[in-house]
């Protein structure tokens, strides 16, 4: 399915990334594996877990090359998508993928806390996108599969940050959806599901999380891969704009806000009468304090 096609993963020295770069590679695509290699709070350079997986993947037959630049800088991201021009000639798909997680509090979350993820996840995806762009333009072709999370799209606790990011994506690949499809350009999201060192942080202080986390380890992160590869390959030709989650061997659709429900009142409202008749008559509809493993409530299948 993805033959030929030259693709960007960032964040592909480890978890759901090294996996897709796997993927993708055995699938016959050309694969430029992204990774600063840091830590998973961000800090650090390592790029061993990225030269690892190109070594992997060309002891397999394939074709990879190693881009150790960060998603985080305007610069360095153009230099990942030039990596994918210069060694291959062209480039097909981007899947912003790399991450990472300093989660907190909101009321204690620092200044740097909040910037940190928000420089990696929604800077990183919209600097690659940016940078890949005008070579989908040209071309009239070109995929985009950016990784969000249910944590920002329902909610979680201690992630201000994150979340913040990860719903940010979402309306960054609308927009990418909207303004490049008339020049055959497609964007979409996944919210994965992966036990991963991402996840393994999630902590394990009561025993209802403890029982979370070992329904997390039944998901590996090559069950995400699946799903990538086929939004980046013609047969999703008609796949744009959309949402979905990835769960173990569950593949969902995500709803988009819409218009829930609406009050009307010909004289217009005060503050007074949305108190007393506004705002009750939309409480029916009022979207509860829920979070993502509300949601997902059930076991992965
Ligand atoms: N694992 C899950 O269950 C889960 C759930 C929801 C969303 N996600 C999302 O999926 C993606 C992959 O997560 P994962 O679980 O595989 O995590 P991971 O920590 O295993 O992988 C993330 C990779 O991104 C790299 N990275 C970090 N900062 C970078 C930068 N500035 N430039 C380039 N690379 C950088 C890291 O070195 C790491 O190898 C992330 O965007 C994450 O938010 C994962």
């Not at 503050?271 to 493993?293: I, N, Q, W, Y």
């Amino acid at each position: 399915m993805v033959q030929g096609k030259v693709v960007v993963v960032t964040g592909a020295g480890g978890g759901i990334g090294r996996d897709l770069a796997l993927a993708l590679a055995r699938g016959g695509a050309k694969v430029v594996v992204n990774d600063v290699g840091s830590s998973a709070a961000g800090e650090g350079q390592d790029a061993q877990p990225a030269h690892q997986v190109v070594a992997e993947i060309r002891a397999a037959g394939g074709e990879a090359v190693v881009s150790s630049d960060s998603v985080a800088n305007a610069a360095a991201a153009r230099r990942i998508v030039e990596c994918a021009v210069d060694t291959y000639g062209r480039i097909d798909g981007v899947v912003n993928n790399a991450g990472i997680l300093r989660d907190r509090m909101f009321h204690r979350m620092s200044v740097d806390e909040w910037d940190a993820v928000l420089q990696v996840h929604l800077y990183g995806s919209y600097h690659v996108s940016r940078a890949a762009a005008n070579h989908f333009k040209e071309q009239a072709s070109g995929a985009f599969v950016h990784m969000t999370s249910t944590s920002g799209l329902i909610g979680n606790i201690g992630q201000a940050n994150y979340n913040a990011a990860k719903m940010g994506i979402m309306a960054l690949s609308k927009s990418i959806a909207l303004d490049l499809q008339k020049y055959k350009v497609r964007s979409n999201c996944i919210a994965p599901f992966a036990w991963s060192r991402m996840t393994s942080s999630i902590p394990t202080d009561t025993p209802e999380q403890a029982a979370r986390v070992e329904k997390f380890k039944q998901m590996t992160p090559a069950k995400i891969a699946p799903l990538a590869v086929v939004l980046l390959s013609d047969a999703a030709a008609d796949v744009n704009a959309q949402v979905f989650v990835v769960r173990n061997n569950e593949v969902f659709l995500m709803s988009q806000p819409r218009p829930l429900r609406s009050v009307h009142r010909g004289e217009g409202w005060t503050p007074e009468t949305l108190a007393s008749h506004g705002l009750p008559a939309l409480k029916g509809s009022f979207v509860p304090m829920d979070r993502s493993a509300d949601v997902f409530s059930w076991d992965p299948l």
